[in-house]
């Protein structure tokens, strides 16, 4: 009975060793982020999944690992994706992480990129997509399209027409997300965070 408490403690142990190298790891490539994929976003993203993996019963370190390297190799963000993924591959293997678990976080990660418009696989792929997706809604949404608008030197409004400015992206964008999230929790945040959103828009349009 000791034994295995131990066992089990040890394990624990090895995975949160895991789950910091993989933050120093993801720190070093994403900190001069200014589209709003900085690392910051990568750590609310595993938190979130995180928290929901617990409420689904999913697989806790694959979701939280999977969504701290979920942007690692996105052809927006890095000039040699490939090359990238096949980095991160190296760095897994080098602090250790069984292959079948890496083989998860990859299977995990592959389909969720919003633009692609897939469903992924696994439980532990649905729960990133949704945590991704949830980053992208409510407050911190609005900062990231601002600080992503701002970046790809887009209008903030443009009352004349609706094309590439930031606030035309969340008809585009924001807005459909609360009806796309894969897990019963994420739906209920969502939600609460579409609400503010609507209103934030309200109001906007109000003072301009
Ligand atoms: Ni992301």
């Known amino acids: 009975m000791l034994q295995k408490t131990v066992k089990q403690l040890a394990y624990f142990n090895s995975e949160l060793k895991h789950i910091k190298a993989i933050e120093q790891y993801v720190e070093s490539l994403f900190s001069k982020d200014s589209t709003g994929h900085d690392f910051y976003h990568m750590k609310r993203v595993a938190r979130l999944a995180k928290i929901i993996a617990q409420k689904e019963n999913a697989d806790v370190f694959v979701c939280e690992a999977g969504a701290l390297v979920h942007d690692i190799g996105d052809k927006k963000l890095f000039?040699?994706?490939?090359?990238?993924?096949?980095?991160?591959?190296?760095?897994?293997?080098?602090?250790?992480?069984?292959?079948?678990?890496?083989?998860?976080?990859?299977?995990?990660?592959?389909?969720?990129?919003?633009?692609?418009?897939?469903?992924?696989?696994?439980?532990?792929?649905?729960?990133?997509?949704?945590?991704?997706?949830?980053?992208?809604?409510?407050?911190?949404?609005?900062?990231?399209?601002?600080?992503?608008?701002?970046?790809?030197?887009?209008?903030?409004?443009?009352?004349?027409?609706?094309?590439?400015?930031?606030?035309?992206?969340?008809?585009?964008?924001l807005l459909l997300i609360k009806d796309q999230m894969n897990t019963n929790y994420a739906k209920q945040i969502a939600e609460e965070r579409h609400q503010f959103m609507q209103l934030f828009l309200e109001k906007f349009y109000d003072e301009w």
């Open 79 to 173: 000039e040699h994706p490939e090359q990238a993924i096949e980095k991160m591959k190296h760095f897994f293997r080098s602090i250790k992480i069984e292959e079948y678990v890496i083989e998860q976080i990859f299977i995990a990660i592959k389909d969720i990129s919003f633009r692609k418009q897939r469903v992924p696989e696994t439980k532990e792929g649905k729960i990133i997509q949704d945590a991704d997706r949830l980053d992208a809604i409510g407050a911190i949404g609005i900062a990231r399209t601002f600080a992503y608008g701002g970046a790809a030197n887009q209008l903030i409004y443009d009352p004349e027409s609706n094309k590439n400015t930031t606030i035309h992206h969340f008809y585009e964008k």
